[in-house]
């Protein structure tokens, strides 16, 4: 199997991470896929951000899960540049309207490991089967806990297990929680873990490779994916790669 792109908070080296311009750029760039990062607002709505406070990414300022989905929207996203700043926080409902019409697949990942955000893991189910994206997402988290929960209640949907620091025998400990896949920091992948979860009918998508020389590793270890910033350099590497 080809690796496959997963772009990075969207095109996030070429447009404002998480955002909907960085989501179409990646679209247009060819990518195979996209990741991103879902937190909730203090009324219950899924938003696409990767921080627990909305400071570094936009011009305002607190907790997401302080701040009501219409103070969320009411501030800028791409605030930095001068051809995005018109960007707001995405709700996660619009990402899925891109998205379906596409054969795109979607990495959610939920960014529960600080926040218990309640009730997150069914919010999220009744969302991605409102756009039928089941067989085309997997839901990854650092919290463990969630990946668990979302296994008993939504065995259908993939699940993967993030990771930066390195787990004894990956495999088991994934199968442990209910999940099908590893998205290991790439420093933490090998070519041994990738036989070994590809045998047990595994999957394995390292983050965040954006060197050339990082990619070129990661495809002799001949991962699923790689989830990267630039998207569309990898798309050329990898047509050089498989020729
Ligand atoms: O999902 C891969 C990667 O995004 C995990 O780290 O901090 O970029 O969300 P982070
Ligand atoms: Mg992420």
Known sequence: MQTLIFAHRGASGKAPENTMAAFKLAVDHGADGIELDVQMSNDGHLVVIHDETIDRTTDGTGWVCELSLEQLRSVRAGHRSKIYKREKIPLLSEVLELLQPTKMELNIELKNNLIPY??????????ISKYGMEKRTVISSFNHNSIAKLSIICPEIEKAILYEMGIFEPWEYAKKVGAQS????????????????????MSVRPWTVNTDTE??????????????????????ILENYYK
């Open 118 to 127: 309640e009730g997150l893991e069914e919010k999220l189910i009744n969302l």
């Open 215 to 236: 990619f070129m590793e990661m495809l002799e270890m001949d991962v699923d994916a790689v989830i990267t910033n630039y998207p569309l350099k990898m798309k050329r």
């Open 182 to 201: 590893i998205h290991p920091h790439f420093h933490n992948s090998s070519r041994s873990i990738v036989d070994r979860m590809h045998k047990e009918g």
